[in-house]
Every structure is written in C-alpha cells, then in structure tokens.
C-alpha cells in the first residue's frame, strides 16, 4: 500500500519536474518565503518526497519486510 | 601580517585537520581488500549520510551550480530535480546488492554484474568506461581547489601549487586509510560545506539586495528571463525543455550509477543503515538552494567575475568580510571539492585493479591492496596534469561521462531483477547504448547536432539500450536454473 503511494508521488514528481508537467508550477510571481514560486514548489517537492521515504521507511520496518 | 596570510594561515589549519582525522580513520580497519574498498562493511549512518551527501555538494555543485544560477538562471533547478528521482530505487536496489556482496564478497559494482552475467570482457568494458568518466571528474575537483586557493590568496599561491597541495593531503590519506578515511573526513568537511552554504547564502541576498524577497523582485525587473524554467543555455540564449527534462532523467538514472556511489552500498553496516541514509539523502538537495542564492546574488552585482565558475569566490572576496571569515568559507569550498575527490580517486583505483587486472591475473589479497595504492597515485598524477593545463573543456566531457555512467543502470536492473536476462543480452546491450551515446556526443561536438529534441545524448542511449537488452536477451538461451540460484538465493 504504503509503497504505491510511493511509488505514485515519485511518479508524480517526475511529471511536474519535467516537460510538459513542468508547466503547472513554472511561475516566477507570487514570491513565497522570498523565493520565485517555481523555486519554491520545487523545494516543496523535495520536501514532500522526504515525507514519503519517511513513511515508506517506517511501513518496510514494521512489516519486518527485508 | 597581510590579509591574504591569514587566509592562506586558516586553510593551511583545516587541512591538517583533514589529514589527522585522515589518517587516524584507517587505524582500525583491517589490513585486506575488504577493509580497503569497502571499510569493513561497517560504516554507520552518519559517516554514510555525509559519504552520500558529499556526491551532491561536489566542487561542481559548489563553484558550477552558483555559475550556472548565475549565467543561465534556472536552468539550474535541474539539479535540484534529480536527486530525489534518483535515489528511490536505491531503497530498494542498495540493500539488495548489499547482501549479495556479503554473500559473494563483492566490492564493486562489475563484480555484482558479472557475479550474474559471467564475461571478462563485460567486466574490462566497464572498467574502461568508468576509468574514462572518473578521470574528468577528479580533473574538475583538483582545478576547483586551484581556483579557490588562488582565488582567494590573491594570486599568491597559484592554481597549480594549490591543487597540488590539497590533493597531495587528500592522495596522502587515500593511500594510508583507504575507504575509511573517505567516510570520516567526508563526515567533517560535511559539517563544514553546510554551515558555510547556509550562512552566506543568507548574508549575501541580505547585505547586497535587503533579503532575498527583495533579492529576485529586483532580479524580476531587470532580468525576468533567468527566473524562468528552463533558464539560459551556456551562451544565453533560451534553453529546451528536451534539454532541461533529459537532463533531470539522464542525472536521475545516472546518480547512483557512479561506482563511487554504488560501492557504497557494500560499505553499510546494515540494510537499515542504507535505507535510513537513502530517507535523509534528499535533505541534501535543499541544502543546494542556498548555493544558488549565492550566485543569483551575483546577477545584478556591478562587477563580473572572469568566468561564471568563479563567482562564489569572487562574491566572497567582495562582500567586505573580515580575513577569518573569508578563510573559512575557503575551507568549506575545498571541503566540497576534495570530499568528492578522495572517493572518486579511491573508486577509479578500486574498479581499475578489482574489475580491469583481478579477472586476467590471479593476485593475492595483499598484492591487490598494494595494486589499488598504485593506481591511486597514478590517477592522481594522470588527473593532475589535465588539471595544470589550460584549456580542456571538462565540463563537456563530464556530461558526456554521466551520459555512459547512465548505461550501467540496465545490467545492474536485470541482473537484480530480471530473471530472463541472459549475458549476451546485457552485453550487446550496454555495447550498442554506449556507442549510441559516444555517437551522439562526438557528432555534436564536431559541429554536426542530429540529437532529436535536444535530448541528452544518454538518453538516446538508453533508448537504445532497453530494447537490445531486451531483444536480445528473449532471443539467446536462457540462463539455467542453478545459475539463477547460486546468485540470487540468499538475497530472495
């Protein structure tokens, strides 16, 4: 379960990191914390990929799944 | 005493640190190729964590990335892009590989290959290949030290002096302490390239601009264009998505694919560690944006530096700090250069006498230790001097390294994974993807650019790659059951 989600957001990252998916967040304006907004999502992605292997680690560790 | 003393005075301290924790590391590890290559298989999370990291914070990341926000914009954010797409499926890959080398005893990533698709001359290829995509790698690490060292002393201590000595410490510990003293001293310059990354990332946007808001609204104004995906090319003219988007997937697919990476798996004390380490590695791609600060800072300043590379330390140099400060940063900046430099002058030895000489000549343990020591020195001195000579375009040959670095991803997949694959298969595949690759990479350098969409020439070559692989693989004998089962049994 855990790992499709995974498996989904990795998918998901790729799709709005590359062409034509890209488009979505490449705006300059509004500025967030004084970043470029498409600065800014991207940074908001690394984070939310963080939270993903954080919960994809904790998942594999209880299922005791090697 | 004159500024550029103290400097020079505060970089000559930090590296005799370096070299102490250098040499002090390999006093416990054992005295074999084991403990040589891949420490023991006992490195922790913390050293692994800043083993990995220190791959992203090379001395391209720290001198090239603040170059390119500032010549190309964001063309940059591609670099932020990869490293989560490309450590995912180590989660996965890295544990499973780790357990089949403690089973088999590998240390590198062509043994592993091989231990599934058994040819001599799959192993010597990949041997060329990485040998031929490392040196320059560690090319660009040494000339970065120069750059900063002369940089910073005003000319005082020369590019080629400087390179010379930091490389001489870092040739020094490599050669006592093996993988070791990679692990420990990249775990201490780690701590250093970080504080330094966030402090004057934040400092600079607010001394010059007022904040970093304040920073890119006047970027906005005067130069809208580099804020913009996907940025500038090298010579400022808009640059492709197919460029910007193959760029991502051929890093993405590459990054572990360097075997200074991968042979990390073989060093982890556990499988858990190795996971843990792939969950945190991403912090490490956040830790670039304040990099990138730092050259966006540079984009409206009135002066220019003598090339896009140089404007970290030219930014330092002019932001009125006093001389400590300045040497400190300094040292952050070799820190990013020489971490990278030891691990990739201890892999290229590494491949080159365990994957390049082992399979032709049988070798005692102690003889291949005292070979891999050779080879550094070697390496070392080969790098050297490509990096005192002008004018050799390394950029160019290092995109084109990550372009055949890439290919060894399908073989290292199918032989993990793919229980059909058969060795002619992986051989005529990785032969028609590097040549693919080399194709495109040679007629776009001699002025003729047929790449369809401006798409990396890596990429082309794994398009290529995947189906001979594939095909032929389906169309050659499969591999027998027993074979199947003395490689993968344990690691099921």
Not at chain 1, 26 to 31: A, M, S, W
Not at chain 2, 358 to 364: E, G, K, Q, Y
Request: net charge neutral.
């Amino acid at each position: 379960m855990v790992r499709w989600i995974f498996g989904l957001g990795i998918m998901a990252f790729l799709a709005m990191t590359t062409w034509p998916g890209v488009y979505m967040i490449n705006r300059i304006e509004p500025l967030v914390l004084g970043l470029p907004f498409n600065l800014f999502a991207i940074a908001l992605l690394i984070v939310v990929a963080l939270g993903l292997l954080t919960a994809l680690y904790l998942s594999e560790d209880q299922s005791g799944d090697k | 005493m004159e500024r550029w003393q103290i400097i020079a005075l505060i970089i000559a301290l930090y590296l005799g640190v370096t070299l102490c924790i250098g040499l002090f590391s390999g006093r416990g590890a054992s005295k074999s190729v084991q403990g040589y290559v891949a420490g023991d298989r006992d490195f922790g999370l913390l050293v692994m964590y800043f083993v990995l990291g220190a791959s992203i914070f090379s001395a391209f990341a720290f001198l090239g990335g603040p170059g390119w926000a500032y010549s190309r914009g964001a063309a940059a954010y591609y670099i932020l892009c990869y490293g989560v797409l490309g450590i995912a499926p180590y989660f996965w890959i890295g544990p499973k590989a780790a357990a089949l080398g403690r089973r088999h005893g590998y240390v590198t990533q062509a043994q592993l290959i091989c231990g599934r698709f058994p040819s001599r001359a799959l192993s010597a290829m990949i041997a060329i290949l990485t040998i031929a995509a490392f040196i320059p790698y560690i090319t660009l690490q040494m000339r970065g030290a120069g750059i900063v060292i002369e940089a910073v002393t005003e000319g005082n201590v020369p590019l080629w002096l400087g390179a010379a000595i930091a490389y001489g410490i870092v040739t020094l510990y490599v050669l006592f302490s093996g993988v070791a003293a990679v692990g420990w001293t990249n775990t201490f310059q780690g701590v250093f390239m970080l504080t330094i990354a966030w402090s004057l990332g934040l400092y600079l946007p607010i001394s010059l601009y007022g904040g970093v808001g304040d920073m890119f609204s006047q970027i906005l104004q005067e130069r809208p264009e580099l804020l913009s995906m996907p940025g500038l090319t090298a010579s400022g003219e808009p640059w492709s998505w197919g460029g910007f988007s193959s760029a991502i997937i051929v890093s993405a697919v590459g990054l572990m694919m360097w075997p200074h990476l991968f042979m990390k798996a073989f060093t982890a004390r556990s499988d858990d560690t190795l996971r843990k380490t792939v969950v945190l590695f991403p912090t490490f791609q956040l830790f670039l944006i304040p990099v990138f600060l730092i050259g966006f800072a540079g984009v409206l300043y009135p002066e220019a530096p003598p090339s896009a590379d140089f404007i970290l330390p030219f930014m330092i140099l002019n932001a009125d700090l006093p001389a400590i400060v300045v040497g400190l940063f300094c040292a952050g900046a070799l820190s990013a250069s020489m971490s990278t430099g030891d691990s990739l002058m201890h892999a290229a030895a590494s491949v080159t006498v365990e994957d390049g000489i082992r399979p032709f000549r049988s070798l005692s343990d102690k003889a291949r230790r005292r070979l891999i020591q050779g080879f550094v020195l070697l390496i070392g001195a080969v790098s050297y001097a490509f990096a005192i000579s002008e004018g050799m375009s390394l950029v160019v040959l290092l995109l084109t390294a990550y372009g055949i670095i890439c290919q060894l991803a399908p073989p290292i997949v199918a032989a993990l994974y793919w229980r059909r694959a058969t060795t002619s298969g992986v051989v005529a595949g990785f032969v028609a993807g590097s040549s693919t690759a080399a194709f495109f990479f040679l007629s776009g350098y001699l002025g003729f650019d047929l790449r369809p969409y401006d798409l990396h020439e890596g990429m082309l070559g794994l398009m290529v790659h995947i189906p001979v692989l594939v095909g032929v693989s389906l169309l050659t004998q499969p591999q027998s059951d027993e074979q199947w089962d003395a490689f993968a049994s344990s690691a099921a």
